[in-house]
Each structure stands twice: as C-alpha cells, then as structure tokens.
C-alpha cells in the first residue's frame, strides 16, 4: 500500500490578504478554525499536516510555511447560513438572545446584520419568528465576525 507522507508545517504567518494568486489554498470550514491538528489536502493536491501550536485559532489568510517555503494559505470555505439584518438594537438583542438559547455562534456579517450556521429546524423556527426577513445565503463565517470575539476583544465599543 502506497501511502502519502504529509508536508509537515512549521511556521505560521498571518496575512490579512492573498496577495500571491500563485499560492496554493488550503480551505478549511468554519467550525475547525481552532482545530488543534489537522492534516488536508490543497487545492492542488499537496497533503498537508498542520498543527495549531501557540496560535489561538486559524484565520483568513494564514500562511503556511514548511523549510522556509510558502506552501499554501488558509481559506475558509463559505457555508450556507440563515441571514437576518435586524432593524435597530432591540430586534438585534432579539435575534442574538434567541440563538444564544440555542447554543449556536452568532456572526455579525456586516452592520447590523447576523447569520448562523443553516440548520433545518433553527431556521423554521426563524422564520415563523420573523418572517420574509430570514434569508438563507451563503456566506463565509470568520471567527473575527463572531460575537463572541467582537465581545471579548471589545471591537465595538464607543
């Protein structure tokens, strides 16, 4: 049985953007963003064992290094989520009290606007809620958007 070594990563760059179109991507989905260790195949084939180390979590744009050498950077593949851009503060504090009862994480997308993970029941029970205001969309969830992280990191103070 022929089995395929991994590339074994070593060091871990952040980067805010992909400047280089010619590196090869490593997507990810939104719930493993703080998986310890993981070992993925890229876009291009190359098998990849990366593990989390001193970091917190993985986030947009990561850089992966083996040997010195840009091998791929993180991407996190987009997810169909259920949408609901809240009118003013009190429909925002609704919706988010709402999904925090059902212990799902909340991402504020932009403004004032809130996705979640899809789920099949979550979002009948939205939608009855709130009506044609609940979309479905798909939509990269990035720990950064997460109320939790906006919360602990105090992004949106005054």
Not at 97 to 120: C, E, K, M, R, W
Request: hydrophobic letters at 35%.
């Amino acid at each position: 049985m022929n089995t395929i070594q991994p590339i074994v990563i070593d060091e871990v760059k952040t980067a805010i953007h992909l400047n280089d179109r010619h590196t090869d991507v490593l997507e990810l989905e939104w719930f493993e963003n703080k998986k310890q260790k993981l070992t993925r195949t890229t876009k291009s084939g190359l098998v990849l064992e990366i593990r989390l180390g001193n970091l917190k979590e993985w986030q947009q744009g990561d850089q992966l290094y083996s040997n010195g050498k840009l091998i791929a950077s993180i991407h996190f593949k987009p997810c169909l989520t259920i949408c609901f851009p809240a009118k003013n503060d009190a429909e925002a504090a609704d919706f988010c009290y709402f999904i925090g009862n059902q212990h799902l994480p909340v991402f504020l997308t932009q403004g004032q606007s809130f996705a979640v993970p899809y789920d099949g029941r979550l979002y009948e029970q939205l939608s009855f809620r709130y009506g044609e205001r609940i979309h479905l969309k798909d939509s990269q969830l990035l720990s950064n958007q997460s109320l939790r992280y906006l919360a602990k990191n105090k992004v949106h103070e005054n």
